[in-house]
């Protein structure tokens, strides 16, 4: 009897039993595959989420030095690296990798990003740069026909990066204009000393000017020369007109989204006796220098609102909201100008307005 039972437990698996067996892990490899493989995937679209917002940092630093992104001949790679254009102070990306130019350009499924400069997108003016992975399936779903269309995101597998530059150009658009006014008033000042605007904005060079402005400081923020012509106005009369290219890196001789400003000869002061300097600009003047030339650069803002609002959709501090006897700035909705009451708080009194005649 126990040779019996010894037979049988040593006798091993029967076919029968070897086939349920290899069933059952079949089974289990079945249910399992698919957990596993959405678990892999949902990691890797996590990582090029990361990514993305890594790059976005970079692409924000990249366009803050230079004043544009990189051109899609090199589109990613021009954030890593040892050099790039003038105002370049990358490498933007740290990495560990021996080909870090082309680490930066793959997603974590290994796919080259889709880079698209100044791409056509839907809803218009949503994004001035997409940087996109295809996602797991590796097929580019949200462009079709050469359009983004960025309001099916959530309808696809598709990862998306968009940037719009409205927001990182508020300060360089704010810090060119500051820069313009400090030129018109050197050229205010060469006016004084030579009955002429300069022929051209380098004879400001030094005299006129702050001492730190040379070489790239006749750049806007963009990193665009700064232009400049003289007009003549007739009875001896002239204007200067100081624009930057503005965003658009293009040159619409002052209009379009340019910046500009304008010095009017019969406006400046002649030197006070004895060839001392002219009094100063208020504190007002100074400002309203500033919220013009933020004015003349958007032609489209609706002016037919409360000045706080103007305000702030042109991007400027609370220091713009009243003048220097506390009351709030005004507009000339049809003439696109503001100005102050003045010291009698009467608008429609205009000797003493700021500046001097302007009003409804």
Do not use: C
């Not at 366009?63 to 050099?83: C, R």
């Amino acid at each position: 009897m126990r040779n019996a039972v010894h037979s049988r437990w040593t006798k091993g698996f029967t076919l029968l039993e070897v086939i349920i067996a290899i069933a059952i892990i079949g089974i289990m490899i079945g249910a399992i595959a698919p957990v596993a493989h959405r678990q892999l995937v949902a990691a890797r679209e996590d990582a090029t989420r990361q990514e993305l917002e890594r790059l976005r940092g970079a692409l924000a630093a990249y366009y803050e030095d230079v004043g544009a992104f990189p051109g899609e001949g090199g589109g990613l790679a021009g954030l890593v690296g040892t050099g790039g254009p003038a105002g370049w102070q990358g490498p933007y990306l740290e990495s560990g990798d021996d080909d870090p130019a082309a680490a930066v350009r793959t997603d974590a499924f290994g796919q080259d990003y889709v880079y698209d400069l100044a791409p056509s997108v839907t809803p218009a003016g949503a994004a001035d740069l997409i940087v996109a992975s295809p996602g797991a399936n590796r097929r580019l779903e949200l462009r079709t026909g050469g359009t983004w269309q960025l309001g099916n995101a959530s309808t696809v597998d598709d990862i998306v990066l968009a940037i719009a530059t409205g927001p990182l150009d508020r300060d360089k658009r704010l810090a060119s204009l500051a820069e313009l006014e400090a030129l018109a008033a050197g050229a205010r000042r060469h006016y004084q000393d030579h009955s002429s605007f300069p022929a051209q904005l380098a004879d400001l060079s030094g005299s006129y000017v702050d001492p730190g402005f040379a070489g790239d400081s006749f750049e806007d923020d963009w990193r665009q020369a700064y232009a400049s012509r003289i007009e003549s106005l007739g009875g001896g009369a002239s204007r200067l007109i100081l624009w930057s290219r503005g965003p658009n890196h293009t040159d619409e001789n002052g209009g379009g989204d340019d910046l500009r400003l304008e010095v009017n000869s019969s406006a400046i002061p002649p030197l006070n006796p004895g060839g001392g300097n002219p009094t100063p600009p208020s504190e007002t003047e100074l400002e309203l220098q500033t919220i013009q030339a933020a004015v003349d650069a958007n032609p489209g803002l609706n002016l037919n609102r409360p000045w706080n609002q103007v305000r702030q959709d042109l991007g400027l501090g609370n220091e713009y909201r009243r003048d220097e006897w506390n009351r709030n700035y005004l507009i000339n909705v049809g003439a696109r100008r503001i100005f102050s009451a003045g010291a009698d708080g009467d608008a429609w009194t205009v000797a003493d307005n700021v500046p001097t005649g302007e009003g409804y």
